[in-house]
């Protein structure tokens, strides 16, 4: 246990550190944020013989995906990549300062792994993996694919997740004879399964990516990043490869969300900052990115 609180404190630190690190250029133009520790034992219900679905808050919300955020790391490692990891967190607190939840504490971070996919847990976490950056071409295209996961976080798909799994009839009988923090526990580790292994509910994907769309733009980033992004991913998918696995519906995806930019009028006209990508991943053509340093 130690050696996992270890591993988040120093994401948590090292996405204040980079916050504070800022230099006012757009987009970098977030506002500040701020992180700590989740008490756990402090957040589950001591009195009923069931955890109450209704009644889990934004305190139980951070909890759960704090433990997210544990179990992604010890499966895939965080990368030792300094720049690349204080990278995302600027991409990713530029986008998050214009949600609704800007205020509250976000963590972004780097699995250092050549998988290529992103996760959401609930209270504001949010990881991309090292073999997605390594699929990406300029800033608007990481962007996009945080603004996605910062979607999910902003529509509470995860704490949805969580009281769907605590009504469940299968996981008040698993638990129902048991301590409040084991159940709390066992309800943590449902919506961790569910997030890394199975992801969220197509319709969820759809919100998240509509909600994404409109945080690129707000941001001044320009949307079609991330629609050229997806292309990418969908091209992959067809000849068989796993990537982005975890995020189903790729092509209706596609079609959604090149309306909605249609829509805007924003296509085209926001920035790629292709050579900003290029200076912090290393990344100087298609096709040549070593990020694993």
């Not at 949600?99 to 250092?112: E, I, M, S």
Request: glycine content about 12%; some cysteine; charged content about 20%.
């Amino acid at each position: 246990m130690t050696r996992k609180t270890n591993r988040l404190r120093f994401v948590l630190t090292g996405s204040l550190l980079a916050t504070a690190a800022l230099v006012a250029t757009v987009p970098f133009n977030m506002g500040g944020c701020s992180a700590g520790n989740v008490d756990v034992m402090g957040l589950v219900n001591a009195g009923g013989k069931t955890l109450k679905a209704a009644g889990l808050n934004e305190h139980q919300e951070r909890a759960i995906g704090e433990s997210v955020s544990l179990a992604a790391t010890n499966q895939y490692g965080v990368t030792k990549n300094e720049r690349l990891a204080t990278y995302v967190v600027l991409v990713g607190q530029t986008l998050a300062s214009r949600t609704a939840r800007a205020d509250q504490p976000w963590v972004f971070g780097v699995l250092d792994t050549e998988k290529v996919n992103a996760f959401s847990g609930p209270g504001g976490y949010v990881w991309v993996t090292r073999g997605a950056i390594e699929q990406m071409h300029d800033e608007s295209e990481l962007a996009g694919v945080l603004a996605h996961e910062i979607g999910h976080v902003v529509k509470k798909h995860g704490l949805a997740m969580a009281q769907s799994a605590a009504y469940g009839d299968a996981f008040n009988t698993a638990v129902g004879s048991v301590g409040s923090a084991a159940k709390f526990s066992e309800l943590s580790d449902t919506v961790t399964t569910g997030i890394l292994d199975k992801g969220y509910a197509q319709p969820q994907e759809y919100e998240a990516d509509e909600a994404g769309v409109k945080y690129l733009i707000a941001a001044g980033y320009d949307p079609n990043g991330f629609l050229h992004f997806l292309q990418r991913i969908s091209a992959e998918q067809k000849t068989g490869g796993s990537v982005f696995s975890t995020h189903p519906g790729i092509d209706d995806r596609i079609k959604k969300i090149a309306n909605q930019i249609s829509a805007s009028g924003a296509g085209g006209t926001g920035a790629t900052l292709k050579d900003r990508f290029a200076a912090y991943t290393g990344k100087t053509n298609v096709g040549s990115i070593d990020l694993a340093q």
